[in-house]
Nanobody
């Protein structure tokens, strides 16, 4: 079992930046791929970015490429999402998730453990 706790969400103006953090505990964090996902009201949960166990392979949704950066610190059992040039359409609840199996995947359904989410609101 893995427990995940997100932090760093908030209200920011368009063009601003935020950094989300996700602290993990439980099973060996460094063994698994991690990801950030988001869900806006009335929409399905979607992948934002994912990162493999070592941090040398990443995936980004087209909508965030060049603006968001995912990273991880296995010594601190933490994964980060640096968000820059935020847009109103980035407004959503952001979730951290861990894939409890080996292999690098990008889809929501391939992730097994989820945090409670943190709200990000971007005002225009």
């Amino acid at each position: 079992q893995v427990q995940l706790v997100e932090s760093g969400g908030g209200l920011v103006q368009a063009g601003g930046s935020l950094r989300l953090s996700c602290a993990a505990s439980g099973r060996t964090f460094s063994n698994y791929a991690m990801g950030w996902f988001r869900q806006a009201p009335g929409k399905e949960r979607e992948t934002v970015a994912t990162i493999n166990w070592s941090g040398d392979t990443t995936y980004y949704a087209d909508s965030v490429k060049g603006r968001f950066t995912i990273s991880r610190d296995n010594a601190k059992n933490t994964v980060y999402l640096q968000m820059k040039s935020l847009k109103p359409e980035d407004t959503a609840v952001y979730y951290c998730a861990a894939r409890g199996r080996t292999g690098f995947r990008t889809l929501v359904g391939n992730y097994d453990y989820w945090g409670q989410g943190t709200q990000v609101t971007v005002s225009s």
